[in-house]
């Protein structure tokens, strides 16, 4: 089992910066790739980036690409989302996941933490 804690989310302005920062715990050496996704008011959970645990190759959503970076720590067991130039569409719960290298769908998943982006 993994473990996953999310944390850094917060109120922010439109045009502001977050970083948000999931811990992972447990069995992490089984992990493939971790991920963040995220799910508005009304809206489906969507994909926003992913990073591979062991090869940090990187993927992001169209609505982040150039202001989202993902990043990943191995000593530390963590995985962190930068977030630049905020808009109001992306408030949402943001969530840390994880799955082993064999699965194609995220197996383990944090709690959440919620990001609000004022207009």
């Known amino acids: 089992q993994v473990q996953l804690v999310e944390s850094g989310g917060g109120l922010v302005q439109a045009g502001g910066s977050l970083r948000l920062s999931c811990a992972a715990s447990?069995?992490?050496?089984?992990?493939?790739?971790m991920a963040w996704f995220r799910q508005g008011p009304g809206k489906e959970r969507e994909f926003v980036a992913r990073?591979?645990?062991?090869?940090?190759?990187?993927a992001y959503a169209d609505s982040v690409k150039g202001r989202f970076t993902i990043s990943k720590d191995n000593a530390k067991n963590t995985v962190d989302l930068q977030m630049n130039s905020l808009k109001p569409e992306d408030t949402a719960v943001y969530y840390c996941?994880?799955?082993?290298?064999?699965?194609?769908?995220?197996?383990?998943w944090g709690q959440g933490t919620q990001v609000t982006v004022s207009s």
């Open positions: 996941a994880a799955r082993t290298a064999s699965m194609s769908a995220y197996q383990y």
């Open positions: 447990g069995r992490t050496f089984s992990i493939g790739d």
């Open positions: 990073i591979g645990w062991s090869t940090g190759v990187t």
